[in-house]
């Protein structure tokens, strides 16, 4: 096992390919963006083995990073390019076990105040079931969403 002081630990300059894209925590898990506009995102991540909890089903954390992201694509499909912005609080609904397939998460950002910002995220099964309900709190540093979100 690496000792901490030989990994580097940050802290740490991510250059994204654009401002609507994968970070690579994001890409490491697989994630895809399938699509991203007027507040609203469908990102795509395939259930594979190192996703696997110890029973092998879908470890949960997995799919809340899908979730998560999917409101932060969709908050970025609104606000202006550069603007920062993070998860302040959040909550997931587990509805059923992921044992195979390709999980999609539909998700929706709504500016509820100025500078806040309410997701949610479902997540289907390659059966198009729901596997999760998810729902989360951004905070923005910057002026907020666009017109049409408010």
Request: with cysteine; net charge positive; charged share 25%.
């Amino acid at each position: 096992m690496m000792e901490t002081n030989e990994l580097n630990t940050g802290p740490h300059e991510v250059k994204l390919d654009s401002w609507i894209s994968c970070a690579p925590f994001e890409k490491l898990v697989g994630i895809k963006i399938e699509m991203a506009e007027n507040g609203r995102a469908c990102l795509t991540m395939p259930f594979v083995y190192e996703l696997a909890q110890g029973q092998g089903l879908a470890h949960g954390g997995a799919i809340v990073t899908l979730a998560d992201t999917a409101v932060a694509i969709a908050i970025k499909s609104v606000v202006p390019p550069g603007n920062r912005f993070g998860t302040t609080s959040l909550s997931a609904k587990f509805l059923r076990p992921v044992k195979k397939g390709i999980l999609t998460a539909k998700a929706e950002a709504v500016m509820v105040k100025e500078r806040q910002v309410e997701g949610k995220t479902t997540v289907f099964d390659d059966e198009n079931r729901p596997v999760m309900e998810f729902s989360a709190v951004f905070k923005l540093a910057g002026k907020g969403m666009s017109s049409t979100q408010k």
